[in-house]
């Protein structure tokens, strides 16, 4: 476990455990009961625990009596929220993606025209636009599914504007490639709005959420809405289970989650809230480190 800062940049871990297998989703519910009442008790003032989608995680919430509507919980009489890690949320999107298509507002996408876009881009023989977009990225292996940084920038406005460009030079033509180009627009302005690290940029999406900013706000409500309604595309022919993928309602838990912390900030006097401080990189951070000292070779 480790800890940080809203509005500073001190981290600090508090605890580490060694188990032999995962451990039990009542187990952790206990730990991060008793981890919040002691930083309670030192002064701290918890406002979030942040992980990502693990079965034992998502388990643990439920056993907090948590739900994507009420994305919190008390520790005696003090509101503490959870949120799911930005980037693992688009990486499990990124991965179901590649798996079939999706009902995004209603219109199908596939991630078949990421890929038709990136091979036409690979064999122009003229100049690229997808300079950082390799075969890593549309056809990962088993690590490679685990990068959230592949995700990401897959699902970036450089993708978009390819994507267009084709489209525009009658190089993609399937009836999706239109639906496809938008939701990875969105996604691209989504990750921006909810990983912000400034309260001023040129690009609005990546300010901070505050009063100078309501686009923000009314961004990330249009946001919980397409996720809401976002389906999987089941094809008859292939028995698939149809299933909603945990990381739908995930992006939603999260954005809701997001929204009502910075509501509360607002009350208690903070104008503003920098969403990449609600994340997990500080700990995954510290696992890199610790991977280097042990001699860690990819």
């Excluded at 996408?109 to 023989?125: G, R």
């Excluded at 939701?183 to 309260?199: A, G, Y």
């Excluded at 022919?237 to 739908?248: A, D, L």
């Amino acid at each position: 476990m480790i800890i940080r800062g809203m509005y500073s940049t001190w981290k600090m871990p508090i605890a580490y455990f060694l188990p032999s297998t995962s451990v039990k989703h009542t187990n952790l519910c206990e730990l991060i009961k008793e981890a919040i009442k002691r930083l309670f008790e030192c002064g701290l003032k918890v406002k979030a625990v942040i992980c990502d989608q693990g079965t034992s995680n998502v388990a643990a919430f439920k056993d907090l009596n948590m739900t994507k509507d009420e994305p919190y919980f008390f520790v005696g009489d003090k509101k503490v929220y959870s949120i799911f890690d930005v980037p693992n949320l688009f990486k499990n999107l990124r991965n179901h993606f590649r798996k079939t298509n999706l009902l995004f507002i209603g219109k199908e996408v596939s991630f078949k025209d990421i890929d038709d876009t990136y091979n036409i881009d690979k064999n122009c023989l003229t100049s690229r636009s997808l300079l950082k977009i390799t075969d890593a990225h549309i056809n990962p292996g088993p690590f490679q599914m685990m990068s959230c940084k592949l995700a990401l920038q897959l699902f970036s406005n450089k993708v978009a504007t390819t994507m267009k460009t084709c489209i525009m030079t009658h190089q993609l033509k399937s009836k999706t490639c239109q639906n496809t180009m938008e939701i990875v627009k969105q996604l691209n302005d989504l990750f921006d709005c909810l990983n912000s690290k400034s309260l001023f940029n040129p690009n609005p999406k990546k300010c901070a959420l505050s009063d100078k900013c309501p686009e923000q706000i009314e961004f990330l409500l249009k946001a919980r809405t397409w996720f809401e309604s976002l389906e999987k595309v089941i094809d008859p022919k292939k028995p698939i289970k149809n299933t909603r993928p945990v990381c739908f309602d995930g992006m939603v838990w999260t954005i809701n989650a997001i929204s009502m912390i910075y509501e509360e900030q607002q009350n208690n006097g903070y104008n503003y809230l920098l969403t990449r401080r609600l994340n997990s990189d500080v700990i995954e951070n510290m696992f890199a480190v610790f991977r280097q000292r042990g001699g860690y070779n990819r």
